[in-house]
């Protein structure tokens, strides 16, 4: 049953509804966490079912680890990091793919990245499909890498969108499993599991939010849940909020399925070792060897490839991951490998993809999805981040910014000013100043560090309209 009534009600599970609900505990407020699946995590999901190791189905890559709040967290819970390099930054296995052409492949890719990256930000946007080079050798597995990296073509992605992506370079991974560590944030939180949310009804002083198990009243909400529902409006707004409808659409969330397979006489091949299914054709999958040394192959298939093998049911993938090895194997290879595990994201009903790509034209409705509304429903997730989107490290950071931290600004998005300007009374005001401010990096601390927090009785009134809270001592 749901608890009545809270002072934040955060809608969602994932790594943004688990940083936002425990910042909001961190500062003594009460929140709940209402989440729609059985579990806490969201696209963040670690399972072992008939493997002996753990497997992460949704995110599996710290990216840009080494300002990732993530890696903090990993870390205080006594999990391992893995610094072994990703495979996409070294060569492939010479297998279907010799040398000389991969030099000229990885040239080209290079060069289109180049191009993509050095487009000034006041020009119209684009397809990115746009920079490739016209009737480009490597065109194909250049699109191929980008159903990986976006979960679609290049000709559905934003290139001002892409250019926005801040990445470092530094990509790890957690022994124990990324999902592991984001459920694990989330060990003690109120929450509510198994209910989804139906309404927000902001028509009245106070909040209310239908859920399956009955109405919640709040002060305020924290909307994380995937673009893609927003925009199929499986969550409904009381009045209407069209422009979170409108931003949503124009940030669907793309498709990357990954399939784990067992690998007999798996020593014949290196560790973190790969292989493309084809050169010369975007639907095709990459298929990573011996991921952490483990004997097992993460086959990664995207974009309408993945769509296609989605509608056929988890045996298509088999048939298609294991066609492909043998064309590059031999037909015994076929007896060497058994499916462990997969997840369909696009027809699971509470996410409807993997994560989010802005629509070529599309960019800045990232900052129009951030924007809060009524200065008590916020909003946070992957897709409401300029230059971390599509990763879990970006939900964490938007769904810390949707909360109470800095008092100055009680719940929201709040700029990061030079250190010579005067501290900001006001928050931005359009949607548009929105979307210029940079998040700030948030190290995690372990909330006994946490310093000791003051409340006036004012700001306490401010902070929850219902009652005047007694202060906090120090």
Wanted: aromatic share 8%; with cysteine.
């Amino acid at each position: 049953m749901a608890k009545g009534d809270t002072e934040v009600v955060i809608v969602g599970g994932g790594a943004a509804g688990i940083a936002a609900g425990r910042r909001i505990m961190d500062a003594h407020l009460d929140c709940l966490v209402v989440e729609a699946r059985p579990r806490l995590g969201g696209r963040a999901w670690t399972m072992r079912g008939n493997s002996a190791f753990p497997i992460d189905l949704g995110c599996g890559w710290l990216h840009s680890a080494d300002r990732n709040p993530w890696r903090d967290i990993a870390e205080a819970q006594g999990c391992s990091i893995d610094t072994t390099p990703p495979p996409w930054t070294r060569r492939s296995a010479p297998i279907g793919f010799p040398p000389s052409e991969q030099t000229s492949f990885l040239q080209a890719l290079q060069e289109f990245h180049q191009q993509l990256h050095s487009r000034p930000e006041q020009e119209p946007d684009v397809p990115a499909a746009t920079v490739l080079e016209p009737l480009g050798q490597w065109n194909a597995l250049i699109n191929a890498i980008s159903t990986y990296a976006n979960g679609a073509e290049l000709d559905r992605v934003s290139a001002r969108d892409v250019s926005r992506y801040d990445d470092s370079g530094v990509n790890w991974r957690v022994v124990e499993g990324y999902g592991t560590v984001i459920a694990a944030h989330g060990a003690g939180l109120p929450v509510m599991l198994g209910q989804p949310v139906r309404l927000i009804d902001r028509s009245g002083r106070r909040l209310r939010v239908e859920t399956a198990g009955g109405a919640i009243t709040a002060d305020s909400a924290i909307v994380t849940v995937p673009s893609g529902l927003l925009a199929e409006e499986r969550l409904l707004f009381t009045p209407p909020l069209p422009e979170k409808t409108e931003a949503a659409a124009g940030l669907p969330l793309g498709l990357a399925d990954k399939l784990f397979l067992a690998l007999a006489e798996a020593e014949e091949f290196d560790k973190e070792s790969r292989l493309f299914g084809r050169t010369d054709r975007s639907d095709t999958g990459v298929y990573h060897f011996r991921p952490f040394g483990r004997p097992q192959i993460e086959a990664y298939f995207g974009g309408r490839l993945a769509a296609e093998l989605e509608a056929g049911g988890d045996l298509a993938f088999a048939d298609f991951a294991i066609g492909e090895l043998v064309g590059l194997l031999g037909s015994d290879f076929a007896h060497r490998v058994k499916p462990l595990h997969l997840h369909r994201w696009g027809v699971d009903p509470f996410a409807r993809g993997s994560y989010s790509h802005a629509l070529p034209g599309k960019a800045d409705c990232r900052g129009v999805l951030a924007a809060p509304v009524d200065d008590r429903v916020f909003f946070a997730g992957e897709a409401c981040s300029r230059s971390d989107y599509s990763t879990a490290h970006g939900a964490y950071l938007t769904g810390v910014a949707a909360a109470p931290d800095d008092f100055n600004y009680p719940c929201g998005w709040w700029p990061k000013p030079a250190a010579s300007a005067a501290p900001r009374s006001v928050r931005p005001s359009s949607p548009a100043e929105y979307a210029s401010f940079p998040i700030v990096s948030v190290r995690y601390t372990p909330s006994s560090n946490l310093p000791a927090i003051r409340f006036t009785a004012a700001l306490a009134a401010m902070l929850s309209p219902r009652r005047a809270r007694k202060p906090i001592a120090a």
